[in-house]
C-alpha cells in the first residue's frame, strides 16, 4: 500500500525532471541562435559556429542577417560567402547560384572570387538533371565552367572543370543519341539520321558520336531499302558518305569490321539498281 501511495508522487517527479531537462535544452539551443538585434560581430560568430556544426539552415538564416545589417563591413563580406556556402552545403542550389552571384557583383576583387565562379558552376552542374529531362540547367553549368577555365587557365580547379565539362556533354550527346533511338523505334528514319547526325557534329569527342555513326549507316540502309526505287540511290549513298566520315574520325575503331560490312552492303545494293532516269529528283519520300 506505501509503494502505491508513493508512486504518483515519484511520476510527477520525473516529468519536472523531463521538463525541466527540455526547457534547459531548448534553453541552451535558443543562445546559440542568431537573434535580430545583436551586434554583428556576436551574430557573424554564431553563425559560424552553427555553420562549422553543419546546421546550415540556422546558419543561413544568420548570415543573411549580418548581410543586411552590417552592409560596407568586412562582417557582411564574409558573411556573404557563407551565406552561399550554407545553401550550397544544404543543397539548396537555386539559392546558393543566387548568393555566389550577388558575392561576385558586390565584391569583384576579393581573392575568393575565383573559387566562388568555381563554386557558382557547381551549383548548376548538381541541378543537372537525368538525361531524358530538360536540360537548361546542363547548358548553363557548361557555359561557366568554360568561362571559368578561359578565366583561370591555372586555377587548381581547371582540371576538375574540364572533367565535369566531358561529363556534362556526354549527358546531351545521350540526350540527342536516345531522340535518335525513339524516331528510329517508330521507323521516322530521317528524323533519326538528323539526331545521330547532330549527335556526331554537336559531340564528335563523346562516347556516343562513334555508337550514333555506326546507327546512322545501319538507319540509311534500312531507310533506303524501305523507300521506293527513285530514292534508294540516294539514300544507300548516304550510308556510304556516313562511312566515309566514320573512317576519318575513328580510323582505328574496334568496330571498323562491323562497319566494313556495313559500306560492302550498301554498295552491293547500289550496283545492282537501274539507273536513275532523269526525270527522277531526290527528295525526303
Known amino acids: 500500500m506505501i ?11 520525473l516529468s519536472i ?18 537573434r535580430p538585434g545583436e551586434p554583428i560581430e556576436v551574430a557573424y560568430d554564431k553563425s559560424v ?15 543573411n542577417l549580418v548581410t543586411r545589417v552590417g552592409r560596407g563591413t568586412t562582417f557582411a563580406e564574409d558573411a556573404q560567402f ?3 556556402e550554407s545553401y550550397y552545403n544544404d543543397k539548396q542550389y537555386i539559392l546558393a547560384a543566387s548568393e555566389y552571384e550577388r558575392y561576385i557583383s558586390y565584391y569583384p576583387r576579393n581573392p575568393k572570387r575565383e573559387e566562388v565562379e568555381y563554386k557558382r558552376a557547381l551549383c548548376y552542374y548538381q541541378q543537372s538533371p537525368r538525361y531524358r529531362l530538360d536540360q537548361s540547367a546542363t547548358g548553363r553549368a557548361i557555359e561557366l565552367f568554360q568561362l571559368f577555365n578561359t578565366k583561370y587557365p591555372n586555377s587548381e580547379f581547371v582540371l576538375e572543370s ?11 550527346a545521350r540526350k540527342n543519341y536516345e531522340s535518335a533511338e525513339f524516331y528510329l523505334r517508330t521507323d521516322r528514319f530521317l528524323a533519326a539520321t538528323i ?3 547532330q549527335t556526331i557534329d554537336k559531340y564528335p569527342e563523346s562516347i ?19 523507300s521506293i526505287d ?33 559500306y560492302l552492303e550498301a554498295t552491293e545494293k547500289i550496283s545492282k539498281l537501274d539507273p536513275p532516269s532523269s526525270g527522277d529528283s531526290l527528295g525526303s519520300n
Not at 3 to 13: L, S, V
Not at 17 to 34: G, Q, Y
Not at 50 to 63: C, N, R, T
Not at 235 to 261: G, T, W
Request: overall charge positive; aromatic content about 16%; charged content about 30%.
Open 82 to 84: 557563407f551565406l552561399a
Open 195 to 197: 539526331y545521330y547526325d
Open 49 to 63: 559556429a552553427l555553420f562549422e556544426k553543419g546546421k546550415y539552415g540556422d546558419a543561413a538564416y544568420g548570415f
Open 17 to 34: 525532471a523531463l521538463f525541466s531537462t527540455i526547457m534547459l535544452f531548448t534553453a541552451c539551443k535558443n543562445k546559440d541562435l542568431v
Open 162 to 172: 574540364a572533367s565535369k565539362i566531358d561529363e556534362l556533354r556526354n549527358k546531351l
Open 208 to 226: 556516343w558520336a562513334e555508337r550514333a555513326l555506326i546507327k546512322q549507316i545501319e538507319t540509311f540502309i534500312t531507310y533506303a531499302d524501305r
Open 230 to 262: 527513285s530514292k534508294q540511290l540516294e539514300r544507300y549513298s548516304m550510308a556510304v558518305s556516313s562511312y566515309e566520315k566514320f573512317i576519318q574520325l575513328f580510323p582505328q575503331s574496334e568496330n571498323r569490321e562491323k562497319v566494313e560490312a556495313l
Open 3 to 13: 509503494t502505491k501511495e508513493i508512486r504518483p508522487y515519484k511520476m510527477r517527479y
